[in-house]
C-alpha cells in the first residue's frame, strides 16, 4: 500500500516556476513507476509526465509540457518531484501525483492504482 501526498501548488503568474513534490509513504517505493496528471473542472485527468521505477531512466511527457516541464525522483527520500517553468494559464489545473505497479511507466491514468489528494495550480495572465 503506498500513500502520496503532493504539496507546491500555489498561485503564479503566467512566465513563472513553479515545483511540486509527492512524498510516498509505504514500502518499495523505488519499485513504482510514478506520474503526475492534472484536471480541470468538467474534464477528466490528463497525464502530465511519467518517470520509470528504480533509476527513473525513462521519463515520459504530454507534448503540452515538453520542455517545460521536468520529473525527477529521489528513492532515498520517497518523493517525486515536477518542476514546472514558462508556465501558461492553460497549465491551471489540480495536480496529482500516482504510482504504477508494474515500474514501467505509463500515459494511461488507468494504470496507476495508488493516487494522491492532488495540489491546486494557477496561473494567472
Known amino acids: 500500500q503506498v500513500q502520496l501526498v503532493e504539496s507546491g501548488g500555489g498561485l503564479v503568474q503566467a512566465g513563472a516556476s513553479l515545483s511540486l513534490s509527492c512524498a510516498a509513504s509505504g514500502p518499495s517505493f523505488s519499485n513504482y513507476a510514478m506520474g503526475w496528471f492534472r484536471q480541470t473542472p468538467g474534464k477528466d485527468r490528463s497525464f502530465v509526465a511519467a518517470?520509470?521505477?528504480?533509476?527513473?531512466?525513462?521519463?515520459y511527457y504530454a507534448d503540452s509540457v515538453k520542455g517545460r516541464f521536468t520529473i525527477s525522483r529521489d528513492n532515498a527520500k520517497k518523493r517525486v518531484y515536477l518542476q514546472m517553468a514558462s508556465l501558461i494559464p492553460e497549465d491551471t489545473a489540480v495536480y496529482y501525483c500516482?504510482?504504477?505497479?508494474?515500474?514501467?511507466?505509463?500515459?494511461?491514468?488507468?494504470?496507476?492504482?495508488?493516487w494522491g489528494q492532488g495540489t491546486q495550480v494557477t496561473v494567472s495572465s
Open positions: 518517470i520509470s521505477w528504480a533509476d527513473g531512466r525513462s521519463t
Open positions: 500516482a504510482a504504477e505497479v508494474s515500474g514501467l511507466g505509463s500515459k494511461r491514468a488507468e494504470d496507476f492504482g495508488y
